[in-house]
């Protein structure tokens, strides 16, 4: 059984993949191992990937999300097929990816006056909810699944509140 987040990784490796991949060849044809870690962030983006507390992170859109170092492995393979890398070979291009996107002292979960929904990221300003894009610089890694709607009706929560607040029975 594949979890959605499993489901959304293998899409986005598979969709990476397909992307047009620059290989770097130096004039002595051998592999730099450096170079490829650069290609490959260049590729996914600077801004889209982040090393943190042993851990790569890639920006999906809407969170930043755990991203294995086994899907980049792949990438970096696909990249340098044509050299036939070794374990050893991916794991030092993966170990200058770490370098290129590492992030010290860095925190997760931006401002605590918003969380995430489907449809963007909900903040409460001066006792009102405002919806607007989902914001890459908070750094939020978790996002409720469902969207907000301001319209919307709660019956059965109005209910309940007005069974367990205390009324003022004049």
Not at 75 to 102: A, L, N, W, Y
Not at 104 to 127: D, I, Q, R
Request: neutral net charge.
């Amino acid at each position: 059984l594949f979890t959605s987040h499993d489901r959304a990784m293998r899409r986005f490796t598979s969709e990476f993949k397909k992307k047009e991949l620059v290989k770097y060849i130096p004039s002595d044809d051998k592999l730099n191992h450096l170079e490829c870690a650069r290609q490959l962030v260049e590729k996914i983006g600077k801004d889209n990937l982040l090393y943190h507390a042993g851990t790569f992170w890639i920006w999906n859109g809407t969170i930043w999300d755990k991203y294995p170092e086994e899907s980049l492995g792949l990438i970096i393979h696909d990249m340098t097929k044509s050299f036939r890398p070794t374990d050893g070979t991916i794991q030092s291009i993966i170990g200058m990816t770490r370098r290129e996107v590492f992030m010290a002292g860095h925190e997760f979960n931006g401002p605590s006056n918003s969380l995430n929904c489907k449809n963007g990221k909900l903040t409460l300003k001066n006792g009102e909810w405002i919806l607007t894009p989902h914001c890459r610089e908070d750094f939020n890694t978790m996002i409720l699944p469902v969207e907000y709607d301001p319209t919307a009706k709660a019956p059965r929560w109005e209910r309940f509140l007005d069974e367990v607040q205390y009324r003022d029975w004049e």
